[in-house]
């Protein structure tokens, strides 16, 4: 599923809010102390014990259990068809459903049939080929009908349920944050600058919120979606559009079909005033649906998705499987996006405008992510969610995929670098679980950077093993024998055997089925003597919370001189391993893990001179990467002329490392290299950041180049540090621009306008704060300043005037459609107004009519404060709330 957003990622790592899988601890006896017999007839394990002498039988028996063990969920009927006919009460946010449902016992015959249906009122239920009324019993969440007789799985039979569905209990986890399944947007019209919207989400298991169904993933139906709505709105759900037909009474009910079983995880609706843009690839729809203010944007929001879907399919010599492939945009979305079968839902995080997005390829690798799906989670599913890497690792993988086939390998391992860091950063000690999980707490807690980023960089390595040829011929194998059924692990470790030829188990044993990485040491010598190059390693992982030692192919690279590399393959299985390999002299450098895709943490023993070595000699960019972190913090001369010379480097990242890496000492040759870059670099972060430096250094030339930039360059990234520039070395320029630049969507410029504003102290600019209090562009770090930035101009005004914000800043705290950053950011400004007023009334020598007022003040301001705290659902923010501000939760 699920694409976890750069920015609430960012979010719940900066305040270490992330909720940790914890490992279940298990026990199990050992051969000396038990006996055990198994009777499989019977089903049952008998155990004998040894006889105990008088003094062990006084002492107390230890207690002995079996692990927790989440299995995948036992199939008893087969869900064949759903049907559903479903209208909206949008004032008491329900869904009107009568789910008409085909099922056949999967293999044992049955005469009970068990529902998941959470939080429903049951009208009626039908059995429709006898018309008989069953009984049944409903406690809420489980729907359990007895049938009219005993069916086989010969039979077919047929259930109609009338219900109303009220999806308002929420919950969620990291990756979704909330479980309604169903959501009205702004419902009663009580926000007038925010649309009215319906829309799903169903993973894990919250689809059954608004419709009955056998919600678990191994489960797979087609489907048919009957929508009436007013007739203002578009919908869209799975499928294609059969028929839409008006109603006399103002309303029009749309058909949707989709004739491919998929799993009910995966059913959506969206219902909205939305613009639709199409597009087509290879006789297929490819259709667009976003707010109508950015119906010229929506094929820069969705870029390259035409193009996307022919080269996936080529990779995989499997043609793109449904019967469409559209995207919606919708607002206040819980998660970051979500494949649902041939309709996929991001959050309004993605639109923005086609000059927003230069050079920003964050929309690119979530449509890329949420397409992969279409084959790796649709097509072929996780069959439990212990197994749900099997759907999101390959997503997470398909991100890299794209990068390198459009912008090539260093852009696909700068992105891998931020996934190894993402995974290492939440996977220290017992934090790190097993790829394929089965001790999970709970399901929604396997949505973390090891399904994602561990599984896409365990793929990664697999690739590197086997080669190219072999990696897709065995997704090939895997994809076609798999079609439509639900999968485990080791379905995937069969295909590459058949294709490879080897025995893969002590590949996925270590990588799926344990937990932890290698902690890896590696120190590098010549042996004079033997004329031989050395390379030591040494595992030094904990073995209590990983493997003691990792089967580890990779290859050494060993560098004699510039013009002369020899390459060794080698295997690390010990706990201490050394490597020899004759050489005639002694080597420039040895590069262990030449290709870099093992994912370890590493030690890499190399002087200054290996690393200067390595920068100029190799062509990767982790390699280049690599040496100019370490390099950065000698200090030395030689560092220097290397960042220099970085500022010419083909990709952009090394550019923008030597960039920021460079300090005031800048020659005159130097800042004309730099205002060159300003001008002409073909990356905007680029040309920003060489603006930054030539503002940081005081280049009498910045101004006049800044005033050039602000007019002419298409990026929001570069005028934003034009105006930091302007902001810093011209005001009275600064604040001439600043006035044109007010009424722009991006939020990185109106980010940068509050910062010229709060810096003037001038309060006519407060309505400016006012207005984009809750413009949803203003998102992320951006968030975080500009609500830093009215609180620097709110605490200048009346009490009274403050206190009227406060309440307009308590209202977003409290409002669940708002976003995690906006939210955080409104309790900040709350708890900076409330320090600001404690900090009045405590200084001496103060009016005590004013102190008095002040400490009513603070009171109040706490009160919202506390207000929100006790409100919010999210878990994460609420732990910020109390932990980070300092607040005390009252009961």
């Known amino acids: 599923m699920r694409f976890i957003t750069p920015s609430l990622l960012s979010f719940l790592l900066i305040f270490s809010a992330c909720k940790s899988s914890q490992k279940a601890a298990s026990a199990s006896g050992q051969g000396e102390e038990l006996a055990f017999t198994e009777y499989r007839e019977l089903d049952t394990m008998v155990i004998s014990a040894p006889k105990l002498s008088p003094d062990e039988a006084l002492e107390e028996p230890e207690v002995y259990a079996l692990p927790v063990y989440n299995a995948s969920f036992k199939r008893v009927h087969d869900l064949l068809h759903t049907k559903l006919d479903l209208q909206f009460d949008w004032e008491r946010e329900a869904v009107l459903g009568k789910a008409h449902l085909s099922f056949t016992p999967l293999f044992y015959s049955s005469d009970q049939l068990v529902l998941d249906a959470k939080g429903f009122e049951i009208h009626s ?70 649309p009215q919207q319906i829309w799903t989400q169903g993973e894990t298991e919250w689809n059954s919120k608004w419709f009955p169904t056998i919600d678990k993933p191994n489960e797979r139906t087609t489907q048919e979606m009957l929508l009436t709505v007013e007739d203002r709105f578009v919908t869209l759900s799975n499928g294609l559009l059969i028929s839409s037909d008006k109603n006399d009474d103002g309303t029009r009910t749309d058909y949707w079909k989709m004739d491919m079983p998929h799993p009910p995880y995966l059913f959506m609706i969206a219902v909205g005033e939305f613009a639709v843009v199409k597009d087509t690839w290879n006789g297929i729809p490819v259709d667009y649906y976003v707010e109508p203010e950015y119906e010229a944007d929506a094929k820069a929001i969705f870029e ?49 405008t086609a000059r927003e997005l230069i050079d920003d390829l964050q929309n690119e690798k979530i449509v890329a992510h949420e397409m992969f799906h279409h084959w790796f989670g649709d097509y072929v599913t996780c069959e439990s969610w212990a197994n749900l890497t099997m759907n999101e690792g390959f997503a997470n993988y398909s991100e890299y995929l794209w990068l390198e086939h459009k912008y090539g390998t260093d852009e696909a391992d700068y992105h891998l670098i931020n996934e190894w860091s993402g995974y290492l950063s939440s996977a220290q000690g017992s934090n790190a679980h097993p790829l394929i999980h089965f001790e999970y707490d709970d399901k929604e807690d396997m949505f973390d950077a090891h399904s994602y980023n561990k599984g896409g960089s365990v793929l990664h390595m697999l690739r590197n093993y086997v080669g190219d040829d072999a990696f897709f011929a065995a997704l090939n194998l895997y994809l076609s024998d798999n079609a439509f059924h639900a999968v485990e692990s080791h379905n995937l470790r069969l295909a590459f055997e058949e294709v490879t030829g080897e025995d893969l188990n002590w590949f996925f044993n270590q990588w799926h089925f344990s937990a932890g990485h290698p902690k890896l040491d590696i120190q590098y010598s010549y042996d004079e003597s033997a004329g031989e190059a050395v390379v030591k390693i040494e595992q030094q992982q904990d073995p209590e919370y990983a493997p003691a030692i990792f089967e580890l192919p990779t290859a050494i690279d060993i560098y004699l001189d510039e013009s002369s590399k020899e390459r060794h393959e080698v295997r690390v299985r010990e706990r201490e391993q050394e490597f020899r390999f004759k050489v005639s002299k002694k080597p420039a450098l040895i590069n262990f893990d030449a290709d870099k895709v093992l994912l370890a943490e590493t030690s890499d023993n190399k002087s200054d001179s290996e690393y200067l070595f390595q920068f100029y000699n190799s062509d990767k960019f982790m390699d280049r990467f690599e040496a100019m972190s370490y390099l950065r913090e000698t200090g030395s001369e030689t560092a220097r002329q290397l960042f220099l010379d970085a500022l010419s480097d083909d990709f952009w990242v090394i550019r923008a490392i030597a960039v920021t890496s460079l300090g005031e000492d800048l020659t005159e040759e130097d800042k004309e290299k730099v205002r060159a870059m300003a001008l002409n670099d073909t990356h905007s972060d680029i040309r920003a950041a060489a603006i930054s430096l030539l503002t940081e250094v005081g280049d009498e030339g910045v101004v006049d180049l800044a005033i050039a930039l602000i007019d002419k360059d298409p990026s929001y990234t570069v005028i934003s540090a034009t105006l ?168």
Do not use: C
């Open 304 to 352: 390259h998705t035409p193009e996307m879907l022919g080269f996936f399919s080529e990779k995989l010599n499997v043609t793109y499987p449904w019967p469409k492939f559209s995207q919606v945009v919708v607002r206040d979305y819980v998660s970051g996006a979500m494949e649902n079968t041939s309709a996929v839902i991001y959050g309004d995080f993605v639109q923005k």
């Open 125 to 194: 239920i039908t059995l429709t080929d006898s018309e008989i009324s069953p009984d049944y019993t409903y406690d809420g969440k489980k729907l359990s009908i007895t049938l009219d007789k005993v069916y086989t799985r010969q039979d077919t039979f047929h259930v109609l349920i009338d219900y109303t569905a009220f999806p308002s209990q929420s919950g969620g986890s990291e990756a979704i944050t909330s479980d309604k399944g169903l959501f009205f947007i702004n419902p009663r019209n009580e926000e007038p600058n925010k």
């Open 724 to 891: 930091d520039a302007l902001l810093q070395l011209d005001k009275e320029k600064a604040l001439a621009y600043t006035a044109k630049l007010e009424n722009e969507k991006s939020g990185v410029i109106l980010e940068a306008v509050s910062g010229l504003y709060a810096e003037t102290g001038d309060l006519k600019y407060l309505p400016f704060f006012v207005k984009n209090l809750e413009n949803n562009q203003i998102d992320g770090y951006s968030a975080l300043a500009f609500y830093t930035n009215f609180f620097t101009l709110l605490k200048e005004v009346e009490l009274s005037a403050a206190l009227e914000q406060a309440n307009t800043l308590q209202r977003i705290g409290l409002s669940e459609g708002q976003s995690p950053w906006r939210k955080l950011s409104a309790m900040k400004a709350l708890n900076d107004l409330r320090n600001h007023y404690q900090e009045k009334a405590m200084s001496p020598g103060t009016d005590q009519e004013m102190q008095k007022s002040w400490k009513e003040a603070v009171q109040a301001i706490s009160a919202k404060m506390q207000a929100v705290t006790q409100a919010e659902s999210n878990d994460q923010l609420k732990a910020i709330y109390i932990n980070q501000l300092q607040l005390i939760e009252k009961p």
